[in-house]
C-alpha cells in the first residue's frame, strides 16, 4: 500500500515537471506586451503573410496562428502613444476605431480557421485588410514625418 503511494507520487511529480518544461517555451514565445510601432507593424505584416500562405495551401493551423498574433499584437510604448496623441489630436479616436476594427475581426478569422470555415475566414481577412489599409491612408505619413522631425 505504502509503495504504490510512494510509486505514485514520484509518477505524478514527474509528469508534473515535464509539463512544466514542456509548456515554459510556450510561454516564452508568445509576443511582448509592448513594442515601438515600426517593428510591431513588421510584425504584423509577417503575421498577415502566414495568414495568406495559410489560405492558399488551406493550412487552417497556420491561419489560426497568424490571425491570433494580429488580434493579440502588443500595444505601442509610452513613447509611441504619445508621439501618436500629440499629432493626431481629436482624430486618435478614429485612430484607436481603426486598431479596434483590426483586432476584431483578426479574432474573428482566427476562431473561423478553429472552425475550418474559410469562406468566413476570407471575410473577416478582408475586413481586416481594409482596416490596416484605412489606417494607413489616414494616418501612415503623419506619424512617420512626426516621427523623423522628433
Ligand atoms: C490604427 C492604425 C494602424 C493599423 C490598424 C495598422 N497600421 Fe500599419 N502602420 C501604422 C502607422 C502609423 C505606420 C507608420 C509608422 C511610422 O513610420 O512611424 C504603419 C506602418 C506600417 C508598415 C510599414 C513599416 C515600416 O517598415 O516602415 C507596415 C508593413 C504595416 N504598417 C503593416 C500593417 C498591417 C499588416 C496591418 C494590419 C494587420 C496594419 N499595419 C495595421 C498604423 C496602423
Redesign the pocket.
Known amino acids: 500500500m505504502k509503495k504504490s503511494i510512494l510509486i505514485f507520487t514520484v509518477l505524478a511529480g514527474f509528469s508534473i515537471s515535464v509539463m512544466g518544461w514542456s509548456w515554459y517555451p510556450q510561454q516564452k514565445a508568445s509576443q511582448p506586451e509592448t513594442m515601438s ?2 517593428p510591431m ?2 510584425q ?2 509577417k ?2 503573410q502566414q495568414v495568406d500562405r495559410g489560405v492558399f495551401t488551406e493550412n487552417f493551423e497556420m491561419i489560426k496562428e497568424g490571425a491570433g498574433n ?1 488580434s493579440d499584437h502588443p500595444t505601442m510604448t509610452a513613447e509611441d502613444k504619445k508621439l ?1 496623441k500629440q499629432t493626431l489630436g481629436k482624430e486618435m479616436k478614429q ?2 476605431e ?2 479596434m ?2 483586432h476584431h475581426h ?1 479574432d474573428s478569422m482566427r476562431m473561423a480557421a478553429v472552425r475550418k470555415n474559410m469562406q468566413n475566414v476570407l471575410k473577416h481577412y478582408r475586413i ?2 481594409q ?2 489599409v ?3 491612408s489616414n ?2 505619413e503623419k ?2 514625418t512626426a ?1 523623423l522631425e522628433k
Do not use: E
Request: hydrophobic letters at 50%; aromatic letters at 10%.
Open positions: 510601432l515600426v507593424m513588421q504584423l505584416l503575421d498577415i494580429i501618436v485612430f484607436v481603426f486598431d476594427v483590426v483578426a481586416t485588410q482596416g490596416c484605412d489606417c494607413h494616418y501612415r506619424i512617420s516621427r
